[in-house]
């Protein structure tokens, strides 16, 4: 039997604006005082009228673009009903027929829309009794729905780490998964024989990255053993909804079918069309900053490793200290000041205001007179100090003797002193090591380690 897996993956990111998405309340729920940042719209209380958030739909667009979106200039919100605790007007403002944003693309992933809604209240469980909090209630919420393009539980961890990614560049959301503000719910099913499709299966409740892959793994097999035992295809009434149990670590049934009638979907009569015209949307696409990709393709220019180059580009702002640095597109310095960010920086927290190109440069220039060891310590000193390395390195000594003259004087020293060694070294050249060391030691350290090897060798031929 030939499977071949069909996911699909809805995505739901919560934006940090600081008020909530259809009234004034702070947006902030964690480690909040329960029901502290309430008001008669976010707790759905009779009469109360929704104002739209302008900054979230901006930022629900600014998604979609660098998703490669089609903005809908002219959309509307829509009501979407169901009952749930902690949805306390029993309807969720969304989007359905004129989302924001339509027809993306994610590399090889289409994504079929990308549209605004609010998040719902939180229940919390404590010992056997259910309380609910309503500070979440109401923070805005988007929705980025792929089409069923992912075929693997990795190609599904990949999709959500570049959404991640891009969210956090466009410094819309945290996007962390395991906080919950960002939260994927994959639909699969399976393609038998390249004939015959399984039911649709929803899972809900996932709450991590390896939980993502586990649960999709999971219903893979199920569907495929289901199948072998039922043979029971796709069709318009058999999708489920399933929760993840991370414990057991299995899915089990939750709703037995589930369409969009069933949510008796409507225009929100409360909040009049919105409508965001070409220049406001080209105004939103002037603000994207330089995108992971693009970033990544710009580093190979300059020499970079494809190694090196997505290191870089993970976070934006790691990324804009290296552009900083090297602000020319052909740099002679990419490589060294990559491997320095990379290295010894990688481990500190830089404040980009802190950080002087003109210092790299000046490292770059003299790097043949430093040890690698001493160029690290110089770095991380002269960052911390805010003073040129090269003052540094002279205050310290740190510049190594490269001048032939003056080591081969040291050099002839040690021949002199260690017959043993120079006895060895006739035997065997790879036991240069131990005279070069005793060079180095000689010179206090200072003495470049290659010339006093190339001298060593010399001198050793001519004995
Ligand atoms: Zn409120």
Redesign the pocket.
Known sequence: MKITPIIGLEVHVELKTKS?M????DAEHFHTEPNT???????GLPGALPVPNKKACEWCIKLGLALGCTINEETFFERKNYFYPDLAKSYQISQLQKPFCINGKLEDVRINRVHQEEDTGKSVHVNGETLLDFNR??VPLVEIVSEPDIKSPEDAKTYLLKIQQIVRYLGISDADIEKGSMRCEPTINLCIDDEFYTPLVEIKNVASLTGVMTAIQYEIDRQAEQYSQDKITKNSTNKTTRGWDADKQQTFLQREKEGSADYRYFPEPDIPPIIFSKEQVEAIRATLPEMPEAKIAKYKTLGLSDYDSNLLSEDSYFSSIFDKIITDSDSVYAKFVANLLIGPLKTIEITIDKINPEYFKNLFDNKDQLSSSAIKQLVLESYDKQVDPLILAKQQNLFQVSDTNKLEEIAKDVIANNPKAVADYQKNPMSIGFLVGQVMKSSGGSANPQVAKEVLEKLLVLN
Request: proline content about 7%.
């Open positions: 909530k259809f009234c004034g309340c940042h309430t008001c008669p719209v976010c707790l209630s109401g």
